[in-house]
């Protein structure tokens, strides 16, 4: 549920308003895209703060913390009109974000600690819970649309139904909240010594491969996320098919929790991310090639079948490399790595598809992004001294 509400419903629902949104507002699509773009801003803010909060606070309570701002930023967009204090709702819904992915990122690669021959799947679980946002937002959206029709800036009516369904979202987390709380680990002393303190650091350059592949997935998959339903509605497809796409989608989220689950719990290198941009990639440029439906959902079931499984590589890297007392700032690296992709992404494809080619050429682009960073990943080795003593 954690997922689900930090990028399943507070960033990817955006998705399905910004075409009813850029209507009635009349965006161009280079500010349809700076709205992801002050989103991932915010979650670049809040990837910045989060391991500070964590050692402050635990995690789990920066997970519900978190989700329940994340609430209340999605509410208060749904007052604005001005492009202004959207962007600003935007910018702060990304930082409650942040603290609510890294911090459930964190908790499960504990978990996936304490039975590591199931540390795939649960990591896969956590990130698979993205895929229940994007399916409950794709149902629900429609609905609250065509029960705000008629109604002056209707789609308000839509943010304020999502608010609604990140609170209901919130609530299941409160029951594992308590024995979460009771595994944190303690906070580092403030006065130990030095060779505790550098213990928790964590180099970049090492896995600066890893890094560039992520950087490059932050850059290409968030245009694909951000567009691709815009670019369904341009092609007449029907609003009912558009339903189904986007839910499908985000199913497909969810099973890719089973389907990759060996891969990360085998994959000590960069093979894994480069595989998973490689086949996102393919899935990208597919709608940007034919409408043909069949093409156009296989490449929905595909996306939602990797995407997430790319953060989780990440995770899964982290968790092989690097010793348990590293993992905060090891995860924290890569979701830092994550949102500065993300800030580019969106407001450059908006960009190209406000010149020639429109929005097709702007997922061509999303795609060779991703492609690239396939090529990067693919040179990351596994870190000498890795957390479970292998190297291969």
Known sequence: MGAAVSLGVTRFAYGLLLPVMRD??????TLAGAMNTANAAGYLLGALGTPWLMRRFGAARVLLGGALLA????????????????????????????FVFVAGGLLAARLGAQAPQHSGL???????????GIAA????????????RGVPHGW?????????????ATLPMLVPARPLQKQELPAPATKGPEPQKASHRVHWRPMGWALAGYLMFGVGYIGYMTFVIALLRERGVAPASITWFYTLLG??????????????????????LALLNALLGVAT????????????????????AVFLSVVASTTAFVRHNLAPVQWPAGISAFTIIFAAGQIVGPTVVGWIADGPGGLARGLVYSAAALWLGALLAWRQRPLPGGADGTVL
């Open 137 to 148: 937002s794709a149902l629900a959206t429609p609905a609250l649309l065509a029960a705000a």
């Open 122 to 132: 649960l990591l896969g679980l956590y990130y698979g819970g993205v895929g229940w």
């Open 251 to 272: 199913l497909a989220v969810v099973a890719s929790a089973r389907i990759w689950a060996g891969l990360l719990t085998r994959a000590r290198a960069g093979g894994a």
């Open 156 to 168: 308000t009516w839509a943010w304020w139904g999502l608010a609604l369904l990140c609170v209901l």
């Open 285 to 304: 440029i597919l709608p940007a090639l034919t409408g043909a439906w069949p093409a156009v959902l296989a490449s929905g079931l595909l996306f939602g």
């Open 24 to 29: 009635d507002l009349h965006w161009s699509y």
């Open 71 to 98: 609430s209340l930023f999605m509410a208060a967009s749904g007052f604005f009109t001005a492009a202004g204090p959207l962007l600003a709702q935007r910018l702060l819904a990304g930082v409650a974000s942040a």
